[in-house]
Nanobody, 121 residues
Framework: QVQLVESGGGLVQAGGSLRLSCAASGTIFSIDTMAWYRQAPEKQRELVADVTNFGSTNYADSVKGRFTISRDNAKRTVYLQMNSLEPEDTAVYFC???????????????WGQGTQVTVSS
């Protein structure tokens, strides 16, 4: 029904940058909030940043000033630009989108498959 394809993870040295992308496709009428979460080993999944369909953004305190979330509605894609990366940012990063289907007022949450980000010290 709805597929999310993530890309952009990898291995980077501390202080480096990476850009994550997450593209949505399938039976979509509209997309509301788009978000990035991350989960480090033996830790709970946490919200990194989100952006509403009006462009309002929200960030975890730990990434403010270093990460920037953005979206391209025409491409149904959300991005996460990560600068000044720290070893503590090492985690699997997941995107999540809230989708409205045609002829339905219900919003459905979909998750990406996850992409590994590893920051070496």
């Amino acid at each position: 029904q709805v597929q999310l394809v993530e890309s952009g993870g990898g291995l980077v040295q501390a202080g480096g940058s990476l850009r994550l992308s997450c593209a949505a496709s399938g039976t979509i009428f509209s997309i509301d909030t788009m978000a990035w979460y991350r989960q480090a080993p033996e830790k709970q999944r946490e919200l990194v940043a989100d952006v509403t369909n009006f462009g309002s953004t929200n960030y975890a305190d730990s990434v403010k000033g270093r990460f920037t979330i953005s979206r391209d509605n025409a491409k149904r894609t959300v991005y996460l630009q990560m600068n000044s990366l720290e070893p503590e940012d090492t985690a699997v990063y997941f995107c999540k989108v809230q989708v409205r289907r045609p002829n339905s007022p219900t919003r459905y949450d979909y998750w990406g498959q996850g992409t590994q980000v590893t920051v070496s010290s």
